[in-house]
Antibody, heavy 122, light 106 residues
Framework: EVQLLESGGGLVQPGGSLRLSCAAS????????MSWVRQAPGKGLERVSA????????YYADSVKGRFTISRDISKNTLYLQMNSLRAEDTAVYYC???????????????WGQGTLVTVSS | SYELTQPPSVSVSPGQTASITCSGD??????ACWYQQKPGQSPVLVIY???KRPSGIPERFSGSNSGNTATLTISGTQAMDEADYYC?????????FGGGTKLTVL
């Protein structure tokens, strides 16, 4: 059974930092691209970052570029999101999401974690 | 940047058919997928590659994609289907989500 378990969220002051983790199990972690998708309170979904299977290629939304860093540790089956210079508008539930079968056309997320809440406030 | 437009809300009576649309330029050139999200829960994939259902998703969920519109159809809608639904596309290496549609079953 595929499981994605996020941790690391919490309350942080503007300008502060947090590191989110996503522990993956139930599939070959190194074989799938992974993403972080966030959802501000009462709002829609936004993919903020993604990383390739090997970790050699990354993507960042303009809204977080230069402030967030995505990484993965294959030996620990864990995905990370280092978030620096946090702003009030970064307040959201952050989900890690697994990309669907690479042999399939299109790009979709077939599994999502339960999410971890990040609140940026003084 | 690529944009996907969904109606904010759709209402349906139990047992009837609900259709949720997602408009985008040249949708037919891209694959659509759909997610269901119930209050306080994570999104769940219900349709991918326009019309395929993941294992465990009921047959009453179906999808289509033509021209500039992708459509999620729920046949014989049940009260448990009340949720927010998001369409999603892949365009020039970017994942794009629609704004979401709240489906009310009343």
């Amino acid at each position: 059974e595929v499981q994605l378990l996020e941790s690391g969220g919490g309350l942080v002051q503007p300008g502060g930092s947090l590191r989110l983790s996503c522990a993956a199990s139930g599939f070959t972690f190194s074989s799938y691209a992974m993403s972080w998708v966030r959802q501000a309170p009462g709002k829609g979904l936004e993919r903020v970052s993604a990383i390739s299977r090997s970790g050699g290629s990354t993507y960042y939304a303009d809204s977080v570029k230069g402030r967030f860093t995505i990484s993965r540790d294959i030996s620990k089956n864990t995905l990370y999101l280092q978030m620096n210079s946090l702003r009030a508008e970064d307040t959201a539930v952050y989900y890690c999401a697994k990309k669907g079968d690479s042999s399939s056309a299109g790009y979709y997320f077939d599994y999502w974690g339960q999410g971890t809440l990040v609140t940026v406030s003084s | 940047s690529y944009e996907l437009t969904q109606p904010p809300s759709v209402s349906v009576s139990p047992g009837q058919t609900a259709s949720i649309t997602c408009s985008g330029d040249k949708w037919g050139d891209k694959y659509a997928c759909w997610y269901q999200q119930k209050p306080g829960q994570s999104p769940v994939l219900v349709i991918y590659q326009d019309s395929k259902r993941p294992s465990g998703i009921p047959e009453r969920f179906s999808g289509s994609n033509s021209g500039n519109t992708a459509t999620l159809t729920i046949s014989g809608t049940q009260a448990m289907d009340e949720a927010d639904y998001y369409c999603q596309a892949w365009d020039t290496s970017t994942v794009v989500f629609g704004g979401g549609t709240k489906l009310t079953v009343l």
